[in-house]
């Protein structure tokens, strides 16, 4: 079973930056796809950023965050990292840290079977 753990969060200025932590355990050479989704209130949880580690490393993010944001895995210290630049208001959310063996869309929820507990982000203008 996999187990994530998120850190990181807490409260930014605008335009200031944070780098949020998934310390992953249980982690399998079958999960392929690492994935930072969010949540704000009243609103669907969406995908933000998403890693794909097979034969090749592959990168996808959310329209909104999209030059801003960076995912990342360090397969050394089993962490995935989101560095968020250019913070907004509207990036206040909870963020949660998703693992998947196989997803036919990497931003999308069906297929993340494994959710860690989140973090809260907060940007204040």
């Known amino acids: 079973e996999v187990r994530l753990v998120e850190s990181g969060g807490g409260s930014v200025q605008a335009g200031g930056s944070t780098r949020l932590s998934c310390a992953v355990s249980?982690?399998?050479?079958?999960?392929?796809?690492m994935d930072w989704f969010r949540q704000a209130p009243g609103k669907e949880r969406e995908g933000v950023a998403s890693i794909y580690t097979g034969r090749t490393t592959r990168y996808y993010y959310g329209d909104s965050v999209k030059g801003r944001f960076t995912i990342s895995q360090d397969n050394a210290k089993n962490i995935v990292y989101l560095q968020m630049n250019s913070l907004q208001p509207e990036d206040t959310a909870m963020y949660y840290c998703?693992?998947?063996?196989?997803?036919?869309?990497?931003?999308?929820?069906?297929?993340?079977?494994?959710w860690g507990q989140g973090t809260q982000v907060t940007v204040s203008s």
């Open positions: 998703a693992a998947a063996v196989a997803v036919i869309d990497p931003l999308a929820i069906p297929g993340y079977n494994d």
């Open positions: 249980g982690y399998t050479s079958s999960t392929k796809y």
